[in-house]
């Protein structure tokens, strides 16, 4: 408005605030419903102010997700280990990331990202710098998890040596893991052991790994009796969310929260004089 000289809100303007940038489609709705809920705001002392109609954008669907189950990714995690051994250092190397990825909740490409230097095992600690949003953060980690890290670093110095990238993961030259070869390989693995069906385009994806990662925080958390609500801002900083809006998506699209959630209500108003 500023730019424009404007002191009135208009739809016109508001459209084309909300279009930019121009390769952004996913988040222009978003922009839009800011600007409007905004204007519904200002029109209470500024009857001159348009309020931008609902619908005139394509909203942002997000893809279902999958929740993965124990065994679903115990069996993904065996066909990682199955790869031919003849590659080396492959079969390791997403054995070891997708696991990490599984009981972390970490983004697939934070994790292909590490540095060695971003990985403390004798603290246990990771550093995940400067990823979505422009956030760093620690990472601590669960013994088990600290001990596969250890055993992947010391089959990936025995098999690489001097060629080892800067990377904690790394090709199998040393160099670092490209996203379609990655993508590559959980297809194959999936289809392996029947997560997708043959013919399929679409189907669990790496990504829904976090999804199962925060359903799972969330219902320990219930079944402990914490208070959920509370602890959610400590699930949003673990998860790198810029605030714990984004972390509410994951309350949905998984039958057994809403039980417990339902369960929590109840108590509630049973306690309820």
Not at 102 to 129: F, N, Q, W
Not at 223 to 245: D, F, I, M, W
Request: proline letters at 6%.
């Amino acid at each position: 408005m500023e730019k424009r000289k404007a002191k009135t809100i208009t739809t016109k303007l508001a459209m084309e605030w909300a279009t930019l940038p121009p390769d952004r489609h996913a988040y222009w709705a978003l922009r839009l419903s800011d600007v409007r809920g905004f204007a519904r705001h200002v029109s209470n002392f500024d009857p001159t102010t348009e309020v931008p109609p609902a619908g005139v954008l394509p909203g942002w669907k997000r893809a279902k997700p999958h929740i993965y189950s124990d065994a679903q990714i115990d069996d993904l995690l065996a066909a990682a280990l199955a790869l031919p051994p003849e590659r080396g250092l492959r079969r390791w190397t997403y054995h070891t990331l997708f696991g990490l990825i599984a009981v972390t909740g970490m983004r697939l490409s934070e994790a292909m990202g590490i540095e060695r230097d971003d990985v403390d095992l004798d603290k246990g600690v990771l550093t995940v710098r400067l990823t979505k949003f422009g956030k760093s953060r620690l990472l601590p980690l669960h013994p088990t998890t600290s001990a596969a890290l250890r055993s992947y670093a010391n089959r990936r110095d025995a098999h690489l040596g001097p060629r080892c990238g800067s990377t904690f993961f790394v090709a199998e030259q040393g160099g670092r893991l490209l996203h379609q070869y990655v993508h590559r390989v959980f297809w194959r693995l999936s289809h392996e052991i029947g997560l997708r069906r043959p013919g399929d385009r679409t189907g669990p994806r790496v990504h829904d790994f976090r999804h199962r990662f925060a359903i799972r925080t969330l219902l320990d958390w219930h079944r402990e009796g914490k208070n959920v609500e509370q602890k959610l801002p400590a699930l949003s900083t673990y998860l790198g969310h810029t605030c714990v809006r984004d972390t509410y998506w994951y309350l949905s699209a998984c039958p057994e929260l809403m039980e417990e959630a339902a369960r929590c209500l109840d108590r509630r108003w049973e306690a309820t004089p």
